[in-house]
């Protein structure tokens, strides 16, 4: 019987696009991944396949960071058009203002791109520190958006934020520690001019996910219920309560649990209802942030995972605070949240080439038997000979204690390198036998359920999981992984990724399923002379600015990637960011390359007046080196 061609939907069902693609990720027919990058079927289709080809054409190497910047502008517009159809629906008598927080992804193309988008929105920017306030003033030009303040601040940091509302933003200044607020009230008597204030409360209300310890009484920032209670009297007491215009929460990144939020927001709103009875005429409610990301595509409460959607997290937002502000008969707040994750997520990917395949089992050393050859080798080859359906389960234990007491005749001197070998290649042949044979079995022992994911081979990829993906290391993130192209084949390789790092921890062996996580991925076989590209998605929040210097790689080739329905191949790429060049990342750590240059100069010469090397050689030797220190840190 003919096996059943495969197709585009059965390569879906590995590696659910459609689910954490949300839209802006499909496969076309050439069996290549694309981007929708209006989420509209009929609109613009990029083929990731045909952007690698353009950055080849115009010498952009890989590893690289591709930017869909038509998805961060989708994504903006999605977020502000769906809160204004609910506060319509609603009846809300607030508005929504959104922030988007620049932690998430401070590059200065994304923020611009932001902000360019939510210009009919009065989308605003949130700062948490010195630095992004000075970026925040520079790009936040819109009179009518907001200006979020967050972090713990020092004079200077107060100074900057009353420098912006002499100059006529809308910034509010969040207080997260009772003494801010005693220093910013001293330094705008100074500057002469009255502060807008916003005051941040600890939620009993925990998160749900990785960042739960954002909310509850030990949270690292914001006031507690008598703080909150201090901070309203001691501005009633120098008579500048009519400041105070916001009132914040935040109980963390990536909720997972929509009840989470519900929970939330009557808390808030109910502390916000009490303060405003207090004369405190609030304004505004800054729910935080904590709109999360599907990223394993399972729409469930897993950490990587959230079970609702944007449309139910906005109806839960607004109908939950008209309700309590309606029974506490106080004015609806204007709304602000500060969604970062779920504005810049999808807009941009790590793209990597597989440059090798890394082996774990060896089954190529000669195995034949030779005269006096030790028992233990022959009795694993004999093994060899016996495995069925039937048996395996016994052969695989057999064969795993012979390998045991080889290791240990090895070591006490009783047996040589080569029967040692042998005996190693024989388990690996009894080991893939085995596998094997299970598929032909209706019932796998537990033991043997995951030996196929033991023997994978590893690909591996020209890209530094700590530079490009570093909350995979750091914290488990799962983050979705698809080969770009050959999506209309079979991938007949289970597989897991390491980075070219000399570090264990840098590799990928955990992939998104539906039910569970799995160790491996598939893959398809690596062809000679063809490239293979893989792709590591939702990469645009945190991972393009946390990524670090491990081994000195440091940042990667970055293009920016524009949709245009009048080019034939729907897209252009509009900018190239070049990565690290080793003279910088050398330059970051202290060195100075260009004194380095000088030494290997120098000792060259020596070389060459001893007659060692030629003058010409040394020339080239000499160039060789200065070309090394120019280049990118990666793989050629």
């Not at 009230?185 to 005051?199: D, F, N, R, T, W």
């Not at 920032?221 to 120098?238: C, W």
């Not at 530094?464 to 999506?487: C, E």
Request: include cysteine.
């Amino acid at each position: 019987m003919d096996k059943t061609p495969w197709t585009i939907e059965d390569s879906e069902k590995i590696y659910h696009i459609s689910r954490w693609g949300d839209g802006y990720f499909t496969i076309n027919e050439k069996g290549n991944l694309s981007v929708l990058p209006t989420k509209d079927p009929k609109g613009p289709r990029i083929d990731i396949a045909e952007v690698l080809e353009e950055m080849k054409k115009e010498q952009i190497t890989l590893p690289a960071v591709i930017r869909f910047h038509d998805i961060l502008r989708s994504q903006v517009k999605l977020l502000n058009r769906t809160f204004r159809e609910v506060i319509e629906e609603s009846n809300y008598e607030g508005r929504f203002m959104g922030v988007y927080p620049i932690k998430v992804n401070q590059m200065r193309e994304v923020v611009e791109e932001i902000v360019d988008a939510g210009a009919p929105y009065h989308f605003g920017l949130e700062a948490g520190s010195k630095p992004e306030l000075l970026s925040v003033l520079a790009l936040n030009t819109n009179k009518h958006s907001m200006t979020i303040l967050n972090g713990y601040k020092d004079d200077e940091y107060l100074k900057l934020a009353l420098l912006g509302l002499k100059m006529g933003r809308n910034i509010i200044v969040v207080i997260e520690k009772f003494s801010e607020l005693v220093s910013l009230l001293k330094l705008s008597e100074e500057m002469k001019i009255k502060p807008v204030i916003g005051l941040r409360c600890k939620m009993s209300v925990k998160g749900r996910g990785k960042w739960a310890e954002s909310g509850g009484d030990r949270a690292k920032f914001g006031l507690t219920i008598p703080e909150l209670i201090q901070a309203v009297e001691y501005l009633k007491s120098r008579d500048l309560l009519e400041c105070l215009k916001l009132f914040h929460f935040h109980i963390g990144s990536q909720i997972t649990d929509i009840r989470t939020v519900k929970d939330a927001i009557y808390e808030g709103a109910r502390i916000y209802a009490k303060l405003f009875k207090m004369g405190a005429e609030i304004r505004y409610m800054d729910v935080g942030g904590g709109l999360g990301v599907d990223y394993d595509g399972s729409r469930s409460t897993n950490e990587s995972s959230i079970n609702y959607t944007l449309n139910g997290y906005c109806e839960d937002i607004v109908y939950g605070l008209k309700q309590i502000c309606d029974l506490e008969d106080v004015p609806h707040p204007n709304i602000i949240t500060e969604s970062g994750r779920f504005i810049t997520a999808h807009h941009s990917c790590v793209i990597s080439k597989v440059v090798d395949k890394i082996e774990t089992s060896f089954t190529n050393f000669e195995t034949k038997k030779v005269t006096d050859e030790h028992h233990l080798v022959t009795n694993m080859r004999e093994l060899t000979q016996e495995i069925n359906p039937e048996n395996s389960q016994n052969i695989y234990n057999e064969s795993l204690q012979i390998k045991e007491n080889a290791i240990n005749a090895f070591r006490l001197g009783v047996i040589s390198l080569e029967e040692r070998a042998k005996v190693e290649t024989l388990f690996w042949m009894i080991y893939k036998r085995v596998i094997q044979e299970l598929k032909n079995t209706e019932f796998v022992p537990e033991e043997l359920l995951h030996l196929e994911d033991h023997i994978a081979p590893q690909y591996l990829c020209n890209f530094s999981i700590f530079q490009s993906a570093a909350d995979s290391w750091a914290i488990d993130q799962l983050l979705p992984v698809a080969p770009i192209s050959r999506l209309n084949e079979e991938p007949i390789n289970l597989c897991s990724l390491a980075d070219i790092t000399c570090d264990s921890d840098g590799k990928i062996d955990k992939f998104i399923d539906i039910e569970e996580t799995r160790k491996t991925i598939p893959l398809h076989d690596l062809r000679p002379n063809e490239e293979y590209h893989v792709g590591l998605f939702l990469t645009g929040a945190y991972q393009d600015v946390m990524g670090d210097m491990h081994n000195l790689f440091g940042r990667v080739n970055e293009v920016h990637v524009f949709s245009d329905e009048n080019d034939p191949s729907d897209f252009y790429i509009e900018e190239h960011i070049r990565g690290n060049s080793a003279q910088q990342v050398l330059s970051t750590m202290q060195y100075n390359p260009e004194y380095m240059a000088h030494v290997i100069k120098k000792n060259i010469d020596k070389q060459v007046q001893r007659g060692k090397i030629t003058p010409r050689e040394g020339v080239k030797l000499v160039d060789f080196y200065e070309e090394c220190l120019n280049s990118y840190t990666y793989l050629k």
